[in-house]
């Protein structure tokens, strides 16, 4: 099975910072890579899927790259609403598994 | 706007079974493929099972395939979950959700979420 690791697994940051969030593939997956967020207490939300595109009505300063092994989601200046959980997964090989999420919290 | 409601959650014991329901208001469920995915403390996020939009293909994750199934039911514009032989690693939230475009797996949209304890 694909492992799926993110860094950094916590992250403080202001709001106004610029954050990037990294997400590895333990082996090449093209681009068959998305991105959710959570809130606490609440189902996970799509931002990004195909490793760069962006979901419909997620906001433009939400954007991501990569390819292969390794991905990033990039936050260009934070909004209080988006502190949360950052997941990546893979959907190149079943299990399409989840990376273990990393936590955006207010500085 | 797709909506999905999760229901059926509770407390039950190990060994026992479950059925979980998902359904769809304001779209038709008939028109997504569908997958069940779950949220526990052990494991994080971990996708269970998948459906194609008529039935026909069904898949499982190995954790707990030969103990849960997937059906659906068009006509109610509902999903379900049956979960038999649960053990206590089982417990946590279990999320129905749709697959992204041209069925690909991702989950576009997520349903709220029902709660699942397995305890003694």
């Known amino acids: 099975a694909f492992r799926m690791t993110q860094s950094p697994s916590s992250l403080s940051a202001f709001t106004g910072d610029r954050v990037t969030l990294t997400c590895r593939a333990s082996q090449g997956i093209s681009n068959f890579l998305a991105w959710y967020q959570q809130k606490p207490g609440k189902a996970p939300k799509l931002l990004i899927y195909a490793a760069s595109t962006l979901q419909s009505g997620v906001p433009s300063r939400f954007s991501a790259t990569g390819s292969g092994t390794d991905f990033t989601l990039i936050i260009s200046s934070l909004q209080s609403e988006d502190f949360a959980t950052y997941y990546c997964q893979q959907y190149y090989s079943h299990p399409f598994n989840f990376g273990q999420g990393t936590k955006l919290e207010i500085k | 706007e797709v909506q999905l409601v999760a229901s059926g959650g509770g407390l039950v014991q190990p060994g026992g079974s479950l059925r979980l329901s998902c359904a769809a208001s304001?779209?038709?469920?008939?028109?997504?493929?569908m997958s069940w995915v779950r949220q526990t403390p052990g494991k994080g996020l971990e996708w269970l099972s998948y459906?194609?939009?008529?039935?026909?293909?069904?898949h499982y994750a190995d954790s707990v395939q030969g103990r849960f199934t997937i059906t659906r039911d068009n006509s109610k514009s509902s999903l379900y979950l049956q979960m038999n032989s649960l053990r206590v690693e089982d417990t946590g939230v279990y999320y129905c959700?749709?697959?992204?475009?041209?069925?690909?797996?991702?989950?576009?949209?997520w349903g709220q979420g029902s709660l699942v304890i397995v305890s003694s």
């Open positions: 959700a749709t697959l992204g475009h041209w069925g690909q797996f991702y989950f576009d949209s």
């Open positions: 304001a779209f038709s469920l008939s028109d997504f493929e």
């Open positions: 459906i194609t939009s008529s039935g026909s293909t069904i």
